[in-house]
């Protein structure tokens, strides 16, 4: 079991950046590949981002590939979203994800079906 909560989110100017966090407790966070996601207003769930349990990988939605960055330090069970350059476009509830995949794969994962455990979101609003 893991759970998880994000922090970071809030109003910014166009162009401007945020960070968003999201610890996990519970056991073996290591363990586990993690995402970001994102929803807006009368849209579906979208992938933002992905990070192997290694941290060895990540990929990312062309919409925000140059602008974003994942990243993960296991030592404090959290990972983490650095937005630049934010668009009133990446305005959206960001919602990080937990996945047990076997160690042997290798692929990053897009699925929201592929997340075993998720956290409660956090609110980014980007002003044009």
């Known amino acids: 079991q893991v759970q998880l909560v994000e922090s970071g989110g809030g109003l910014v100017q166009a162009g401007g950046s945020l960070r968003l966090s999201c610890a996990a407790s519970?056991?073996?966070?290591?363990?586990?590949?993690m995402g970001w996601f994102r929803q807006a207003p009368g849209k579906e769930r979208e992938f933002v981002a992905a990070?192997?349990?290694?941290?060895?990988?990540?990929d990312y939605v062309d919409s925000v590939k140059g602008r974003f960055t994942i990243s993960r330090d296991n030592a404090k069970n959290t990972v983490y979203l650095q937005m630049n350059s934010l668009k009133p476009e990446d305005t959206a509830v960001y919602y990080c994800?937990?996945?047990?995949?076997?160690?042997?794969?290798?692929?990053?994962?897009?699925?929201?079906?592929?997340?075993?455990?998720w956290g409660q979101g956090t609110q980014v609003t980007v002003s044009s």
């Open positions: 990070i192997k349990w290694s941290g060895d990988r990540s």
């Open positions: 994800a937990a996945a047990l995949v076997p160690l042997s794969s290798y692929r990053t994962y897009f699925a929201a079906s592929d997340y075993d455990y």
């Open positions: 519970g056991r073996a966070f290591s363990r586990y590949d």
